[in-house]
């Protein structure tokens, strides 16, 4: 199974509500990264929290770690049409030079 | 947006020809990546590069070569395309390690099919 594993898979709102997505992981991380995709682009880069901090702000994002459970949120508040992408989680394993993705949730904000 | 241009955007192609995808950055990152994204596996890391004719192989390497002759191309081929390896290809960069803190920034991706 993945190192990284988003939940839900697909997650359906109306426009300014808050939106929450998971991931969980299995190993020691010394990040773990957040990616937003969306239709036909590439992936853009969220946000990153470090293995040892515990919640991380930017904008309308708010981002948790906790390593004992293995597992970080990503909130996304009073969201917008815009806010329509895949989610992504992206753990940086120690000692290993790379990004270990997770399969992303589907994320869709009704007008 | 980071300056990363891959071509082509889109491949059609046919099995057992060889195949060379295009990475190209402006931002003289030492690391480049390439992924392939795939329904149901996420995205997975092919080759990397951590700098000109250093590279080293990722999770699904089987069937792809890479080369780095300069700071900002990183090539990605296929020797002899394969149905299996039709796929999004997407470019990354980051300027350090990742255990160094840096995000990756992608590229808009190439959509390849093998027929």
């Known amino acids: 199974s993945q190192q990284g594993e988003e939940d839900p898979q697909a997650l359906s709102i109306q426009e300014g509500e808050n939106a929450t997505m998971n991931c969980s992981y299995k190993t020691s991380i010394n990040n773990l990264q957040w990616y937003r995709q969306n239709s036909g682009r590439g992936l853009v880069h969220l946000i990153l929290i470090r293995s040892n901090e515990r919640e991380k702000h930017s904008g309308r994002l708010r981002v948790t770690l906790d390593t004992s459970k293995k597992s970080s949120s990503l909130l996304i508040t009073a969201s917008r049409a815009a806010d329509t992408a895949s989610y992504f989680c992206?753990?940086?394993?120690?000692?290993?030079?790379?990004?270990?993705f997770g399969q992303g949730t589907r994320l869709t904000i009704n007008p | 947006d980071a300056g990363i241009t891959q071509s082509p955007r889109h491949k059609v192609t046919e099995t057992g020809t060889p195949v060379t995808l295009r990475c190209h950055q402006t931002?003289?990152?030492?690391?480049m990546y390439w992924y392939r994204q795939d329904p149901g596996h996420g995205l997975r890391l092919i080759h990397y590069?951590?700098?000109?004719?250093?590279?080293d192989k990722g999770e699904v390497s089987d069937g792809y070569s890479v080369s780095r002759s300069k700071t900002e191309d990183f090539l990605l081929t296929l020797e002899s395309a394969t149905s299996s390896q039709t796929s999004v290809y997407f470019c990354?960069?980051?300027?350090?390690?990742?255990?160094?803190?840096?995000?990756?920034?992608f590229g808009d991706g190439t959509r390849l099919s093998i027929l």
């Open positions: 990354a960069i980051s300027e350090s390690t990742v255990n160094s803190n840096q995000p990756q920034h």
């Open positions: 590069s951590y700098g000109v004719k250093d590279t």
């Open positions: 992206a753990t940086a394993l120690r000692g290993a030079q790379k990004l270990v």
């Open positions: 931002e003289n990152h030492r690391y």
